[in-house]
């Protein structure tokens, strides 16, 4: 078949200069796709004028809905999906990491869109920071999307799940999409982006596709446009000098190889869980994607004097329960690299690891793989090295084997381990296999500043773990040095990697206006009880305000004795007044706060649904008897929720005494119905 780009609107062929894609499995051609014939500079433009407006219409909660409703129509394609994948030498299990995992990250980001951002087009990123004496001048950071495209660079391993997992951040954030998938296994990629297109979810503009060569898209990037790239290090490097992206302080964020490593604690003789599970997770990163995976482990470090047990136990795995053959036959766990050029590449890099490590499992140049051609497709056995002087031999930190390939090497203590960790000059993740809870500690304070991500296992979380190999979409997916600099994903952190955050400075009043929060100083409005107003009615900065209401020690009592919290500096007058922080004996917190919410509450059903939580609570100054509590709650922030009939509504909560002493503050969070309500289904 003929892959096409879309571009502009519209499907496009691209020039006649076309290069032929063979079937990693059989060698027989695949499609065909065109290495230019783009107007990249008319893609961009596309994209910040047509795709980038329509995109920020729309508030978070909305976009993030949109992602559901992708991942939802997608899931309804998968065997469509997994017939492709099968060319591209993936197994079932494989394809399921790539397809359902790209599918999985929509989803998760789709969730946490809708529950740690707003539905607004800007967020509020942190507290507000006081400028002035009498309050009148603040500040408050704020984040917006950029106003450029996303410009993702993706790698030939991973053609689903590469893609959906930087689109989920960039989509999220109201930024258009451009993809370049690697061209080997780019027509996985087109068959996802037409389903996604075809949905008409998206708007216009939101999602452009390269089939082929970038041509000079990078001559017409700007410093509102984001390049991510994932593939070798010294690609990524060559992309990020480029003239323009310098010049324009480009943002680029880069995932790259790396030579990632998992350590076997001393503790973890054979026989134990641990020794057992290190075994299980070193095959499974050789064979998974048949090692074409960033993550992989390819260094397995393990005390001295456990090396040949664990070259002899990963030889036994291997032999029982690793089956080479075409992805697509049941029972087969590793199929085939992604190309016959990318067999030889491996090859070629396992010779030049042969001058510091020893092969001691596997043939690079033979094997006899399940229901298909050895030769034709690009098959090779798991192949284990190991290299006894890993201090001192660099080979095995610097070279990379791309493939279905791992390095075992030994340590005599934790420093170094650790040093051995670090050799790797910068990695995606690296792994403890261990019981003994200070060696993991003195592991990730030895390794931790050269790996993006640790991966801590024993025997209790084991079952739970979801592997060394699987980047999560709520945890950073990056590393310093080789491993790029970048981070991806961790949940909203890689959301925000697509928006300017800027710092306002103004009024209150005026920053409340901008931001859509209530801020301290700026305007309240008093008059109908705000609890009596429904989602759509209730505006920012509606108060109550009320009291007094007496403390007496009779209440403190009461309370104690209800509650069950006798705490001495309630109860005792002597044991309080030696407390340094009080005078005599005080009431509690949480009485505090019922008072308060006695005194702000309006009892009658009424739009207020629910309270389901307070955030920042702090008590300032002690209520002792005899003080008077007055209450001020004020509409803080409001965010609907799409669909359901009612909203989240944030207020700030503020006690003070009879001198006007701050005594606690804190949010107040509700759910209040809008003017139609919840539907049926919910009330029910």
């Known amino acids: 078949m003929r892959l096409q ?87 079932k299990v494989d394809s399921m990491v790539d397809i359902d995992g790209g599918f999985g990250t929509f989803f998760v980001y789709s969730g946490k869109g809708r529950r740690e951002l707003p539905n607004a087009k800007v967020v ?85 596709l390269i089939c082929g060569g970038v041509g000079d898209l990078l ?36 995932e790259a190889d790396s030579l990632n490593c998992s350590i076997l604690g001393p503790d973890a003789e054979p026989g134990s869980p641990e020794f057992d599970l290190y075994v299980k997770e070193v095959v499974k990163e050789m064979t998974t994607k048949a090692g074409q995976k960033c993550t992989a482990i390819r260094r397995a470090i393990v005390p001295k004097n456990l090396v ?93 084997a791309f493939g279905p390939v791992s390095t075992v090497m030994p340590y005599s203590d934790v420093e170094e381990a650790a040093l051995l960790a670090r050799k790797g000059q910068g990695s995606l993740v690296g792994s403890v296999f261990t019981y003994d809870n200070s060696f993991a500690r003195d592991m990730v304070l030895g390794a931790a500043s050269h790996h993006g991500r640790m991966l801590l296992v024993n025997r209790d979380c084991a079952k739970e773990s979801t592997g060394h190999g699987s980047p999560m979409p709520h945890l950073v997916h990056g590393g310093p040095g080789r491993a790029g600099g970048g981070e991806e994903l961790g949940g909203v952190r890689g959301v ?98 019922s008072i308060a919410a006695g005194l702000f509450v309006e009892p009658n059903p009424g739009p207020v649904l629910a309270n389901y939580g307070v955030d920042n609570l702090r008590f300032m100054t002690p209520a002792y008897p005899g003080d008077d509590l007055n209450v001020t709650l004020t509409c803080k922030e409001k965010s609907l929720r799409e669909g359901a009939g009612y909203g989240e509504v944030r207020w700030d909560t503020v006690v003070t005494n009879q001198n006007d002493e701050l005594v606690a503050q804190y949010d107040v969070l509700t759910m209040v119905a809008t003017k139609e309500g919840p539907p049926p289904e919910e009330n029910a």
């Open 219 to 254: 001559d017409h990037v700007t410093g509102q446009d984001i390049v991510t790239f994932t593939g070798s290090a010294s690609t990524g490097q060559k992309l990020r000098a480029h003239p323009n992206v310098i010049a324009n302080s480009t943002r680029f964020a880069m």
């Open 124 to 208: 509020v990123d942190g507290p507000h920071e006081p400028l002035s004496r009498h309050g009148t001048f603040i500040g408050q950071h704020i984040r917006v999307p950029l106003e450029g495209a996303a410009v993702h660079i993706n790698a030939y391993n991973f053609p689903c799940w590469g893609m959906m997992e930087k689109l989920a951040c960039n989509l999220l954030a109201g930024v258009p999409g451009i993809v370049k998938p690697a061209s080997q296994t780019s027509y996985l990629t087109e068959a996802v982006v037409r389903r996604m297109l075809e949905a008409n979810i998206l708007p216009e503009g939101a999602l452009q």
């Open 5 to 91: 780009s879309y571009a502009q609107g519209e499907w496009q062929n691209g020039d006649n200069n076309t290069t032929t894609l063979a079937s990693a499995v059989t060698g027989e051609p695949v499609a065909e796709i065109a290495r230019g014939g783009l107007d990249y500079a008319g893609m961009l433009h596309y994209a910040r004028e047509t795709g980038g407006p329509a995109l920020r219409q729309y508030t978070f909660h909305q976009r993030a809905l949109m992602l559901k409703e992708l991942a939802k129509h997608l899931s309804q394609y998968k065997e469509e999906f997994y017939k492709l994948s099968y060319e591209t030498g993936a197994t």
């Open 496 to 593: 925000y990697h697509f928006m300017q955050r800027t710092a306002l400075q103004g009024s209150p009043e005026t920053i409340a206006a901008a931001t859509g929060r209530w801020m301290p100083g700026a305007k309240r409005t008093e008059g109908e009880h705000p609890f009596r107003k429904n989602f759509d009615v209730l505006e920012i900065g509606d108060t109550v305000k009320a009291g007094p209401r007496p403390v007496t020690l009779e209440d403190i009592e009461h309370f104690a004795e209800f509650t069950g919290d006798t705490f001495y500096a309630h109860m005792d007058e002597e044991a309080a007044k030696a407390n340094p922080f009080f005078d005599g004996r005080v009431a509690h917190g949480y009485y505090i706060v």
């Open 308 to 400: 040949e047990p664990v070259i002899e136990a990963i030889r036994k795995r291997i032999e029982q329960k690793v089956v080479l053959g075409h992805p697509a036959v049941e029972g087969v766990t590793l199929g085939a690299l992604s190309s016959l050029d990318q067999r030889s590449e491996v090859r070629q890099k396992v010779a030049e690891l042969g001058a510091a490590a020893e092969l001691v499992y596997g043939d690079p140049d033979h094997c006899d793989p399940r229901d298909a051609d050895g030769e034709k497709g690009a098959f090779m056995s798991p192949l284990l090295l190991h290299c006894a002087d890993p201090i001192n031999r660099n080979e095995v930190h610097d070279i990379e």
